[in-house]
């Protein structure tokens, strides 16, 4: 039987698929069970939608009150810019570039299957933090029941892969398979290219669709990288965005957060209260498209409501002053008046 569904339905779920924050999914979820057509074409997606709700709802609210304590966390909560999740099939290099990339003192090693639980770390660019997370090697013979889950909150992901491994297109092909079946899908599209990244997702409200950089690591043991990709690629049918780096001779690794903030299309604004100076380190970070009412929505949820004007200090150095709807540019100031 056809769902037939809405359009308050369609628009509750394409900002399901924007969201970020677990308090914001939990609403759009809810929006979308009070607006889905009750029908028997829609049941399965009602029980979908609901236990979904469920399981938010028990996340949101924490451990129960004297229960045992559980295991490390699956779902990271998103900071910075944006989160960026680092996959690959096992012993492809991952946990070291993550390492490389962050400071953090995870724990790596020569050996697979290091990583058992989602290690959050901060990647610096400028004035700018972008949150990766390594996560455990994906390969169908070791699955990780929790990964789809995980990559629900993830804005884009670094797919790792030793070209040099002689199994690496079998491991990748692999890769590829267990995420499907989690439904997740991975794209060569950027929000800062012109194409629709959208373009490759399927009918399904819960897909998860990942912009993807393969980032070939262990480079110092590549001889001819264009002529490993061209094979990599022809057997695969792979076409994402590459970047090559080597853990142990620094190759690459200073590319990828400037890479990062490019192909996400991030916008950093700056704010200050009327009369005070400018807080030039701490920017409010967006998505190009973003106007001054998203900004002072960050500010406070409720300040938006109160906004009458803005002031506006371009990074060019022109002065205006500007609406809520006026988009914002990288760089900006702003002064906001309620």
């Known amino acids: 039987m056809p769902a037939n569904l809405s359009p308050e339905y369609k628009a509750a779920e394409a900002e399901l698929r924007r969201a970020r924050e ?25 029980a979908e939608i609901k236990t979904r709700i469920k399981q938010l709802t028990e996340e949101l609210a924490g451990p129960r ?17 944006a989160q960026v999740a680092l996959i690959g099939p096992p012993s492809a290099g991952k946990s070291a570039l993550h390492a490389a990339l962050t400071h953090s003192h995870a724990q790596s090693g020569p050996y697979p299957f290091t990583t058992q639980f ?42 790792t892969v030793d070209l040099s491994e002689p199994d690496c ?34 009918e399904d409200p819960f897909a998860v669709l990942l912009p993807t950089l393969m980032v070939a690591t262990k480079m110092d043991l590549i001889h001819d990288l264009d002529d490993e990709l061209a094979v990599f690629r022809e057997l695969t049918g792979l076409d994402y965005p590459v970047l090559p780096v080597s853990v142990e001779t620094g190759l690459g690794l200073s590319t990828i957060g400037p890479w990062l903030f490019r192909e996400l299309a991030i916008v950093r604004v700056y704010t200050k209260a009327p009369g005070r100076q400018p807080e030039h380190d701490r920017p409010f970070t967006l998505r190009r498209g973003a106007t001054v009412d ?30 809520r709807d006026h988009p914002v540019e990288d760089g900006d100031l702003l002064e906001l008046h309620t």
Do not use: N
């Not at 809810?30 to 829609?42: A, S, V």
């Not at 304590?69 to 779902?75: E, K, N, R, S, V």
């Not at 900004?295 to 409720?302: E, I, N, Q, S």
């Open 118 to 159: 989602p290690q959050p770390g901060m990647l610096p660019f400028e004035d700018t933090l972008f949150q990766l997370v390594d996560l455990p090697p994906i390969d169908p013979e070791h699955p990780v029941p929790w990964i789809g889950g995980t990559l629900q909150l993830t804005d884009a992901c670094l797919l």
């Open 65 to 81: 009150k004297g229960a045992a304590h559980g295991g490390p966390a699956t779902a990271i909560r998103p900071e910075g810019a």
């Open 169 to 202: 297109v079998d491991a990748v092909l692999g890769l590829h398979e267990e995420l499907t079946r989690r439904r997740v899908y991975l794209t060569k599209h950027w929000p800062g290219s012109t194409d629709d990244p959208e373009a490759d997702l399927p």
């Open 294 to 323: 998203d900004v002072a929505r960050l500010v406070h949820k409720d300040f938006a409501a109160a906004l009458k004007y803005a002031r506006r200090w371009s990074r060019g150095g022109g002065v205006s002053q500007v609406g």
């Open 22 to 46: 677990l308090q914001d999914r939990l609403h759009w979820l809810r929006e979308m069970l009070r607006t889905i057509p009750k029908h028997k074409g829609t049941d399965h997606l009602q």
